[in-house]
């Protein structure tokens, strides 16, 4: 089991900035990947940016060059430095890791946390 909690979401105006955090307890070894999600008010759930335990991210094409996902060298800590935001960035965004324990994999959620992006 891992347990997850964001934090650092708010309001923020266009072209502004903002960094999500997400701890991570609980079977952090068995952690293989990470990722933020986000999910707009009436949309799906969408994949903004994933990093592997070794580092390697990558992103959606409609974030590419604004977002930047990282994560520290203890797996108990995932970010995304947000830049360049826009009003359609506004979502809940949602934190994820993928663990793998005897060939059995499992994906668990943080509870979310809102980013308005408005003037």
């Known amino acids: 089991q891992v347990q997850l909690v964001e934090s650092g979401g708010g309001l923020v105006q266009p072209g502004g900035s903002l960094t999500l955090y997400c701890a991570a307890s609980g079977s952090i070894f068995s952690i293989i990947s990470l990722a933020w999600y986000r999910q707009a008010p009436g949309k799906q759930r969408d994949l903004v940016a994933t990093?592997?335990?070794?580092?390697?991210?990558n992103y959606a094409n409609f974030v590419q060059g604004r977002f930047t996902i990282s994560r520290d060298i203890t797996i108990t800590q995932l970010y995304l430095r947000m830049n360049s935001l826009k009003p359609e960035d506004t979502a809940v965004y949602y934190c994820s890791v993928t663990t793998e324990r005897d060939y059995h994999r499992s994906t668990y959620w943080g509870q979310g946390t809102q980013v308005t992006v408005s003037s």
């Open positions: 990093i592997t335990r070794g580092g390697v991210p």
